[in-house]
């Protein structure tokens, strides 16, 4: 049987498994796939390779393809998200030596007092400038960092460094502060460099991720190819999430091929279970990585508007605006196209208010057996997209 060539780029982080495995566990090949999965250093590389039609699909940064629809990121190029990858999977982390400085100014290390811990850092930093390094500009790690320490005291200067090389920034005393997704927050730690503070989901529960997104001009060409690799991805998105396969996604992203990292850097981010600092005993993080429980892979187009909003201040641009522009970046209509006729349940809307489950709450949806949630912001915050 000939396969469809696919190429899918994707940068060396946990949350790239679901790509990895729709090729690995042949899930990809039953759609008649095949996918030439090509690894990036950075995610300008594979922004720049999606935007110039070398990569047919890609693991990518949520906001990035909003950025790039908006032309604030490289070329403009009108792009789509098929479907999310996940959610969760990233962690604020500090330099070793700050942690120690938070813990004086009372800070007691838990891993979801977002309030607590921004209190502590504020108090340490002295009123210095911090050096934050993010994996990109248009990163959920950069916008949740700058919702974090809106209003407050902290003054930052944000350092693009892609992930590979955090750890290391951070033992050569070149970032104070890190965001980053795992496993390289975990691999700060192990070096002894930095301390982790929190995981994106205590500053929002409900964060997008990662995203598999095409261009535009892509999808309305190869729509049967699009859907062929969205249910593929689903499906392996599904087997990601049911806990006795993890011992076997760990060692097929281990492999030299793909992430070229040891089982045991690989494991916090697969089942929840981190070390905080080097020493310490490990603490259990619930759904820290989710690729499929909760509608993980529906692309909400408020979560787009949200994002949008954000970019806007960003630039000092019209919230409402550019909020409004970002949501044609998502394809609900599409995903339920194709994700409907598996039979999944889909969720009765493609837009809901942003923060407003604080706890697990059932909504409709086409089989009436979905349950969201929570999706807290960490101030109370409840975001509602324009237009609605």
């Not at 935007?51 to 792009?79: C, E, F, N, Q, R």
């Not at 942690?99 to 340490?124: C, I, P, S, V």
């Not at 994106?200 to 997008?208: C, F, K, L």
């Not at 604080?358 to 969201?372: E, N, Q």
Request: proline share 6%; aromatic share 6%.
């Amino acid at each position: 049987m000939n396969r469809r060539v696919l190429n899918c780029g994707y940068v060396p982080l946990a949350d790239s498994a679901p790509l990895i495995v729709a090729q690995e566990l042949g899930y990809a090949g039953d759609e008649g796939l095949e996918l030439n999965l090509l690894r990036q250093p950075s995610w300008a590389a594979l922004r720049d390779l999606l935007a110039l039609g070398h990569l047919d699909a890609a693991h990518i940064l949520a906001p990035l393809p909003v950025a790039m629809s908006l032309g604030l990121s490289g070329k403009k190029v009108s792009t789509n998200i098929l479907m999310m990858l996940s959610t969760g999977g990233i962690f604020l982390g500090v330099a070793a030596a700050l942690g120690d400085a938070m813990r004086t100014q009372g800070w007691n290390g838990d891993l979801w007092d977002a309030k607590g811990a921004r209190a502590a850092l504020e108090a340490a930093a002295g009123g210095r400038r911090l050096r934050v390094g993010v994996p990109f500009p248009y990163a959920m790690h950069h916008l949740l960092l700058r919702y974090w320490v809106r209003g407050t005291g902290l003054e930052v200067d944000v350092i693009t460094t892609p992930p590979p090389m955090m750890a290391r920034a951070v033992q050569s005393g070149d970032l104070d502060v890190f965001c980053v997704g795992e496993p390289w927050g975990s691999v700060a730690v192990d070096s002894g460099a930095g301390e982790l503070v929190l995981p994106g989901h205590a500053i929002w529960q409900g964060a997008p991720e990662k995203a598999l997104a095409c261009r535009a001009d892509w999808l309305a060409a190869e729509p049967e190819a699009a859907g062929a690799l969205m249910r593929a991805v689903f499906r392996a998105a599904k087997w990601l999430d049911v806990p006795g396969n993890r011992a076997l996604a760990i060692e097929i992203l281990a492999r030299t091929e793909h992430l070229d990292l040891s089982d045991a850097a690989l494991d916090p981010s697969l089942t929840g279970r981190v070390i905080p600092r080097r020493g310490a005993p490990p603490v259990e993080l619930d759904q820290f990585l989710r690729f499929h429980r909760g509608a993980a892979t529906f692309p909400w187009r408020s979560q787009a508007a949200w994002i949008g909003a954000q970019i806007a201040d960003l630039h000092g641009r019209d919230a409402d605006a550019l909020a409004t522009e970002a949501q044609s970046v998502m394809r609900p209509d599409f995903y339920r196209d194709v994700i409907g006729l598996m039979g999944a349940d889909l969720p009765g809307a493609s837009a809901k208010l942003e923060g407003a489950m604080r706890y697990r709450t059932a909504v409709a949806s086409t089989r009436g057996d979905m349950i969201l949630g929570p999706d807290a912001f960490f101030d109370g915050e409840i975001y509602e997209m324009p237009g609605k």
